[in-house]
């Protein structure tokens, strides 16, 4: 019959239907970004489409090009969900910035300075532990007082993760510069000495960076979910991100989650800064995180929030900046153009209504809700 | 402003001020160095009484506006290129050149505060999500144009920096500045003594007027306001686009009038600082001006105390260490958004989109 014909088809439609309408804004919001994207290379002078091939093949053309997206990639899963996860508690956490670059910094003193210490080499298996534990334990303390000011004394965490911000990166500043300054006489610049052979996470094949750090990047991806999906804690974080009277009304207690919330999400930032110290760099240098902080706001805004989307995310963000170093060469545009497009994605995503109408998409769905005044 | 709130206002400064007297006293006369901290305190809380009052017109009117410091930035960065421009390519006279550059930092501010408005009156996107739109864009923009127009070669300055048509001269305040030694205070630059200006004016508009009163009717309750025939879109666009013009005039601040020159990220997170004077000011022009004060005597504090580096005792040696002077505006935002100082209360509709 026909009508159980259309049923069924409709039934097809409805299942994949939620996963279309999650996916379908944030894809349409990053093509109308590169077209905006290609006017303003155009503008500027340059060669839009040559400027796409070359971003392409620099993100993705060979198997060096993915080696080096994912090693961009990294950081960015670590960071959008720090912000993803304090999102769905109803918190905006503008200071993984600041969260990770102590996260480094932590990691990294204790990856050279405690064999020194201890005055014995440490076995890798306590070593590493101990110096991703470091920089994941100072992101989560930086990122558990501005939870604790807003609980305890409604003091916003917008303004206040971004003064932890930039208490941090005046507090790494003075230690690069000063206690933690690698002492080497050849040295100018403003970093720690390397980090010990047993604190080092090591390449998966040899010659390529591409690194352990990525395939914990997903396991926690799934951890995240997992956490926020099937355990009480989850449910109450969301609960509390969803509706906090509600939440109150229901016997969660409401300071307790917030503190708790951003602490998880300092910690997944501290680890995005251990992970480049550990996986990566081997040492912390100045000026090397700049721009974390807010990349991670726009992963997270344009994965929805959810963890297979911040990964998909953190893959395009990861594939635009490794690939623009290809097109800066090829074309001489600039690599910054690719923080425009960025901004431009953001934009999309965050006024859906404007790609919504530009497409005569018609589905609404639920809105994230940040704003509810400076008041505790 | 309640007394409490004053005093510490009052408290902070001269504690600032003393630390600069007990370091460089014996080598400068301590009536000197109160003059130049207070110069400079005026001087260097010009973008955050502008960002302050930017806020305060967006937030009367209900909406919220974390985007402070990208409007600011965007404005610093394109203010300094059409000064420069002018200058350099088309030869027009410095002071000119500056002052139409001040004319366009202010219009690109104007222009963002439009589009933060579509974006949260017209969209009802979260007011914060918006904001930070706007910081992003105004950071990729300025950072972007940056090097495509003055370090990339064969751009319009040949990959080299020219030189800039220096900064905004002083102004001197007929009589007062002639008083001998305090007579420096009132030689200030034409923003900063249009900041003041526009905080009396910003008062006298929000309370004596009744677009004022319209004002605070859309961000206390809109729709009672809506009742009464008052167009509540109309007023909160017009709103944030003032709000973003007066944004722009203080991004204007930072590379036509403090230093002619633009860095990337070069306002520093003063926006945000801007929002915390703005809630300690408890949403009033003089409440938010007295607070920007405090900020800005806490960066004098630094700047002045560059000047008697050698001078500081070795017990107090960590006043050497700018990075640790530098964190005085930061730890102090922080103590006041904690309200140990006394609460403030936002307008009731703030942050909250009007449907009809």
């Known amino acids: 019959m026909r009508i159980s014909e259309l049923k069924k088809a409709s039934e097809r439609i409805k299942s994949v239907r939620p996963f279309f309408n999650m996916a379908i804004v944030p894809i349409l919001a990053v093509f109308t970004a590169l077209v905006v994207g290609a006017l303003i290379i155009l503008l500027a002078g340059g060669d839009p489409l040559a400027a796409y091939r070359g971003l392409f093949q620099g993100a993705v053309g060979s198997a060096r090009a993915w080696s080096e997206t994912t090693v961009w990639a990294t950081p960015y899963i670590f960071a959008g969900l720090a912000v993803a996860l304090a999102f769905k508690g109803g918190l905006f956490n503008i200071g993984a910035e600041g969260q990770l670059a102590l996260g480094a910094v932590m990691a990294a003193w204790i990856g050279y300075k405690l064999p020194e210490l201890l005055g014995v080499s440490l076995p890798a298996i306590v070593h590493l532990p101990l110096a991703v534990g470091a920089g994941m334990m100072a992101g989560a303390i930086w990122g558990a007082i501005p939870g604790w000011l807003k609980a305890r004394t409604g003091g916003h965490e917008v303004i206040n993760t971004i003064m932890m911000n930039y208490i941090a990166l005046n507090m790494t500043s003075y230690l690069l510069n000063g206690p933690m300054k690698d002492p080497n006489p050849l040295n100018v610049v403003a970093r720690t000495p390397e980090i010990a052979q047993s604190a080092r996470i090591p390449p998966i094949f040899p010659g390529y960076r591409f690194h352990w750090g990525f395939v914990l990047a997903l396991l926690v991806a799934g951890a995240v979910w997992w956490l926020l999906q099937k355990t009480t804690l989850g449910f109450e974080i969301r609960t509390a991100g969803a509706n906090p009277d509600a939440a109150r009304y229901a016997g969660v207690n409401v300071s307790r989650i917030i503190v708790i919330s951003m602490m998880l999400s300092g910690m997944l930032a501290g680890l995005a800064g251990a992970i480049e110290v550990t996986a990566l760099n081997y040492r912390h240098e100045l000026g090397f995180s700049v721009g974390y902080g807010f990349d991670a706001i726009a992963i997270a805004l344009l994965g929805k929030t959810h963890p297979l989307g911040v990964v998909l995310a953190s893959l395009l963000w990861g594939a635009m900046r490794n690939g623009a170093t290809r097109m800066q060469f090829l074309t001489q545009i600039p690599v910054d153009v690719i923080s425009v497009i960025q901004a431009l994605i953001l934009l999309f995503v965050a006024a859906d209504a404007i790609v919504r109408w530009l497409y005569r998409i018609r589905v609404e769905e639920e809105k994230l809700v940040l704003t509810r005044g400076w008041g505790g | ?356």
């Open chain 2, 1 to 356: 402003m309640d007394w409490r709130r004053l005093g510490f206002i009052g408290l902070i400064i001269l504690i600032l001020i003393g630390i600069v007297i007990l370091v460089g006293g014996s080598r400068v006369s301590p009536l000197v160095i109160v003059v130049s901290m207070l110069a400079t305190t005026i001087a260097v809380a010009t973008p955050l009484t502008l960002g302050a009052l930017c806020g305060i017109y967006c937030e009367r009117a209900g909406v919220v506006n974390i985007g402070i410091e990208g409007m600011m930035l965007a404005s610093a960065f394109f203010g300094w290129f059409a000064a420069i421009y002018l200058n350099t390519i088309l030869g027009v006279a410095p002071l000119p050149s500056l002052l139409a550059g001040v004319l366009v930092a202010v219009l690109t501010g104007g222009l963002l505060g439009l589009l933060h408005a579509v974006l949260s009156v017209t969209y009802k996107v979260d007011q914060i999500i918006g904001g930070t739109v706007i910081n992003i864009l105004a950071i990729g923009i300025s950072g972007f144009l940056n090097r495509q127009l003055f370090f990339e070669k064969g751009s319009i300055f040949g990959g080299q920096v020219p030189h800039a048509p220096g900064v905004l001269p002083r102004l001197r305040v007929p009589v007062l500045a002639d008083i001998p030694v305090a007579g420096r205070i009132f030689e200030q630059q034409p923003i900063a003594v249009a900041a003041i200006l526009l905080v009396l004016l910003t008062h006298f508009i929000l309370f004596y007027t009744r677009w004022g009163l319209r004002t605070r009717a859309v961000g206390e309750h809109p729709r009672a306001a809506d009742t009464v025939g008052i167009n509540v879109s109309r007023m909160r666009y017009a709103n944030v686009i003032i709000g973003g013009l007066i944004a722009g005039l203080g991004g204007a601040y930072f590379t036509l009038e403090s230093v002619p020159s633009f860095e990337p990220l070069m306002t520093n997170g003063r926006g945000f600082i801007a929002l915390a004077a703005m809630i300690f000011g408890n949403w009033s022009p003089f409440g938010a001006w007295a607070a920007a004060l405090v900020f800005g005597a806490a960066q004098a504090l630094q700047i002045n105390l560059q000047f008697f580096r050698e001078q500081i005792p070795p017990q107090w040696a960590f006043l050497q260490q700018a990075y640790i002077v530098g964190l005085v505006p930061y730890l102090l935002t922080i103590v006041i958004l904690t309200g140990v100082i006394g609460r403030t209360t936002p307008p009731a509709a703030d942050g909250v989109p009007y449907e009809k």
